[in-house]
């Protein structure tokens, strides 16, 4: 590995994950990011570790990797943390999904019954026994899944703490810096295009989450299918009396939408997220921003007194079947990373672990394998 020429197309969470782990094991690695590090997705992002609570009976691969990857999150949070001389707000309380009308306690029902089924670590509680663990939830809610090992991460200090332990061990990075191209000589990826000209590599790496096919070069049954999924979010700011440690999430079985409360360590409360299939487009939207206020307040009513602190819209990088794609692909040297969709901050430690020791050894691990590019 050492000297080896690594590009990164795309500087978010996983780009920034796996250039510091091929970075760490001696590799010479450049991220060119179109625009700000970090300040696509992984910025947006709620950061809960979910792997049950995004858990379908039609998605078990996922399933797997989503809850391996949360299986060494503590190793990477160690890890990250000692580099990075910084908390990223790691936090294990767990996670509450209501039901607060009678039919969304029948579809709470249901989900209890497939994550029983599937195996999963979650208990069954009352509106009393939620309420009892969160003293701000309504007294409207009717029942709840308890899932303990569901956690958070602030993502924004992961964004910050990888840039920085990346940059420590020596990548390098060009911000505002798009790949025009990957070049692809005789079936093989020798390097990128950009607006400085080419720049070659032994290995390169696409990471660029939604702009992913928006990239040119590659042959059209090589192109990733991977769309933008807008997601409209807030913040306010919690205060003495108004304070919940758990991520909350609802299930709606009619209006308002389904929406998530996610409680950071400095007091701002997290509200997301609006799923919108509107192409490129980023503005806040009323409707979009009322409907995630009406939900949280159903939710937890003492929210009406909260400081609004901010509004953002973010762009998830969503494949055909909403699962990432990773792996080899059929032109040599070029590895894909991309197309993560709700799971981003999830499998960061997964996919930088699993893709850098791709590039180490020339070896697919047996976890990666269901989510190659020719599976579509």
Known sequence: MKNKKIIIIGGGV???GIGWQLAKAGAAVTIHERGQVGRGASW????MLGPIAEAHIDELDLLKLSNQSLARYPEWVDELESEAEMSIGYRAEGTLIIGIE???TYQLRHAYTLYQDLGLNVEWLSGQAAREIEGALSPYVTAAIRCETDHQVDNRLMVQALLHAYQLRG???H??????RIVIENGTATGVQTADGFQGADVCILAAGCWSAQISGLPETMIPPVRPVKGQMLALQMREGIMISNVIRTVKARYPMPVYLVPRTDGRLVIG???????????????GIYELLHGAFEAVPAIYKLPLIETWTGLRPGSSDNAPILGKTPIENLIYATGHYRNGILLTPITAYEISTLVRTGEVSEIIAPFHLDRF
């Open 273 to 287: 997220a609006t799923t919108e299939e509107l192409g490129f487009d980023t503005d806040l939207i009323v409707g």
């Open 175 to 180: 911000q505002h810096s798009s790949v025009e």
């Open 44 to 47: 947006a992002a709620g950061g």
């Open 102 to 104: 009678p039919d969304d």
């Open 171 to 173: 990548g390098m990075l």
């Open 14 to 16: 996983i780009g920034l």
